[in-house]
């Protein structure tokens, strides 16, 4: 494993660490302890899901990226993208339904809409770049 990966990966695994407190949060929200309309209910389970997945997915792309032969940018793209896309994307869903009764998504929803073209943009890179390695 090169230190690139090794680096991101422990702190992918960190930052694992803040998705099982939302957890918490997402626990009161089910239970009725945090009050929350049912639009806030859907993102926040949204929210949560996307940052679990994306981080174990760019843990993935830590390995996958040193098999390519990318360098530079597209090497940081290959192996970034997905972790970007896991602070924007769940940040997109909280920030966009903060706010006492809230029933629509406010102008934060842009970050879900930038990290999943910055997830298809990392996606892209890392797989052109496994095949052609």
């Known amino acids: 494993m090169s230190d690139e990966s090794r680096i991101l990966a422990g702190i992918l695994l960190l930052s694992l660490v803040t998705v099982e407190t939302g957890g918490l949060y997402l626990l009161k929200v089910v239970q009725g302890k945090a009050p929350t309309t049912p639009f806030q209910e859907k993102f926040a389970r949204a929210g949560h899901a996307h940052a679990a997945v994306l981080l174990v997915l760019a843990l993935v792309c830590q390995l996958l990226a040193d098999s390519t032969t990318q360098t530079g940018f ?3 793209v290959s ?8 602070l924007l994307m769940p940040g997109g869903f909280f920030f966009s339904s903060m706010g006492k009764d809230r029933t629509e ?6 970050m879900v809409l930038a990290g999943a073209a910055l997830l298809a943009v990392g996606l892209t890179s890392l797989g052109i770049g496994l095949i052609t390695a």
């Open 79 to 86: 192996r970034s993208g997905v972790a970007i896309a896991a």
């Open 74 to 76: 597209w090497n940081w």
């Open 105 to 110: 998504p406010n102008a934060f929803i842009a």
